[in-house]
């Protein structure tokens, strides 16, 4: 181990928008904002995270002198500048988890020098509440000591669970994409108590707690959601008369097809990434 690699502690952030801040918000929560740095490229940006956490801001080559594990939080289309650009300041000392949607760790181990373990994960914005989904791959030069390592990161603002990297696209499209689809049912729902008399504040208590509430059934209960679902369908009554609406416009394939797409420009995304 050089002098360097000993020398290196803690976690910088790099990049700073909406899943970069909400692992740093629930990081600091959980232990505090010490031993973690945060790379923006938007002095604007930065200087809002800075006060807001109390983290330091650093160039990409002063992070990576620090900090042993960079989280890459960037768009899957500037993961190449970024790769680009740190390739000089990493080594095999240090641990690289992207949450890069839909690029494989092989894209990032071409771009980065011999040896450097990289570990993938696909997050979700529920983190900013500490309720996160993130789901993690070793790529070819992570152990399961990385592994352990990156779960133990993202166990702090959510559930983690581990994948083969071949399930990554699937799971961009269900849960990392996923928190999209429930907020756009509960826009239509609120937008129905509207349309049926009742106030916006209202519409939007009685179906946000509903969401929640039913989440934690789906959760805690241990039963199928065709069971659930059926526990409030009563025999010619209000919620199969709704239900059968809901069949009549071919929701459900609606949504399969959705979360298809979903799948399907992960992939697309993956691809462009590794060819650039």
Do not use: W
Not at 30 to 39: H, L
Not at 118 to 130: C, G, I, K, S
Not at 220 to 248: C, F
Not at 252 to 276: C, F, P, Q, T
């Amino acid at each position: 181990m050089s002098a360097g690699e000993a020398g290196r502690s803690g976690l910088a952030i790099i990049g700073g928008g909406k899943i970069g801040e909400a692992l740093l918000s629930g990081l600091v929560r959980r232990s505090g904002s010490g031993g973690i740095v945060v790379c923006e490229r938007s002095p604007e940006r930065a200087a809002q995270l800075s006060d807001r956490y109390g983290v330091p801001v650093l160039g990409l080559a002063e992070a990576a002198a620090r900090a042993r594990v960079l989280l890459l939080a960037v768009k899957p289309q500037d993961i190449g500048t970024l790769l680009g650009s740190l390739a000089g300041s990493v080594d095999g000392g240090h641990l690289v988890v992207s949450v890069a949607a839909g690029v494989p760790t092989s894209t990032i181990e071409a771009a980065l020098p011999e040896g450097v373990p990289v570990v993938r994960v696909m997050p979700n914005t529920p983190a900013l509440v500490d309720e996160g989904m993130s789901v993690l791959s070793a790529g070819a030069h992570a152990d399961e000591g990385h592994l352990d390592e990156a779960e133990a990161l993202l166990a702090a603002v959510g559930r983690v669970r581990r994948v083969p990297e071949t399930q990554q696209d699937a799971v961009t499209a269900l849960s990392g994409s996923g928190p999209a689809y429930f907020f756009y049912l509960v826009e239509a729902m609120v937008d129905a108590g509207i349309l049926l008399g009742l106030p916006r504040d209202l519409a939007a208590d009685l179906i946000v707690q509903t969401a929640l509430g039913s989440a934690v059934m789906l959760r805690d209960s241990g039963e199928h959601p065709v069971q659930l679902r059926e526990a409030v369908t009563s025999p010619g009554g209000t919620t199969i008369a709704a239900i059968r609406e809901l069949e009549r416009h071919s929701v459900r394939a609606a949504l399969i097809a959705a979360i298809e797409a979903a799948h399907a420009r992960s992939v697309e995304l993956g691809r462009a990434a590794r060819d650039r």
